[in-house]
């Protein structure tokens, strides 16, 4: 009977990981982020929590030019150089798409996020070698600090507007104020 315990919540363990990370990088998903946001923002110390929008630069060119297996082999890349270049406790999720999301906390100042993007987008900047390939991908940035938002939704809305405008900016991120 134990055995049989132990086997039973090795499966659901390993099932409740399954619903909340995305199958191609291993990240949380967009359920999972939702949920982390949705808890964070009512919490007391939110005001020094930023959320980051990131969006892959010509990704559909990517796709047509290499082939979907190699936009996948971007994706799980550009998941690892995110994961690798932001602290252990920052939260970071795919929420689909060439779409990824972090949450940053304890952000005292603006000077502290620019050093984030310009480290994120640095990180971006040697390409990847896939079959014999080298692809070079690119992402944008959209920042919201969370003293500006009075709802997770208003929040979500300001960081993919900057993400938006960060697009046509040859820096790659935009915050907003």
């Known amino acids: 009977i134990q055995q049989s315990n132990q086997q039973l919540q090795t499966e659901n363990d390993k099932l409740a990981h399954q619903a909340r990370h995305d199958e191609l990088t291993q990240l949380p998903n967009r359920n999972f982020f939702y949920q982390t946001l949705f808890q964070i923002f009512y919490q007391p110390n939110l005001q020094n929590t930023a959320l ?5 630069n010509h990704f559909k060119e990517i796709n ?3 082939g979907h297996l ?4 971007v994706l799980r890349e550009m998941a690892l150089r995110l994961k690798q270049s932001v602290r ?3 939260f970071i999720a795919r929420l689909g798409g060439d ?3 972090i949450l940053l906390r304890n952000i005292k100042h603006y000077d502290h996020l620019e050093l984030i993007c310009k480290h994120l987008i640095e990180c971006s900047k040697a390409p990847l070698s896939f079959d014999q390939q080298q692809i070079h991908f690119s992402f944008s940035i959209g920042v919201a600090f969370s003293k500006c938002a009075t709802t997770p939704e208003d929040l979500i809305a300001e960081a993919d507007n900057a993400m938006y405008k960060a697009k046509n900016l040859a820096q790659g991120w935009y915050i907003t104020p």
Request: hydrophobic content about 30%; aromatic content about 16%; overall charge negative.
């Open 88 to 90: 252990q406790e920052d």
């Open 70 to 73: 190699a936009g996948d082999a």
């Open 99 to 101: 779409e990824f999301s």
């Open 64 to 66: 047509d030019q290499y």
């Open 52 to 56: 980051l929008y990131i969006d892959n």
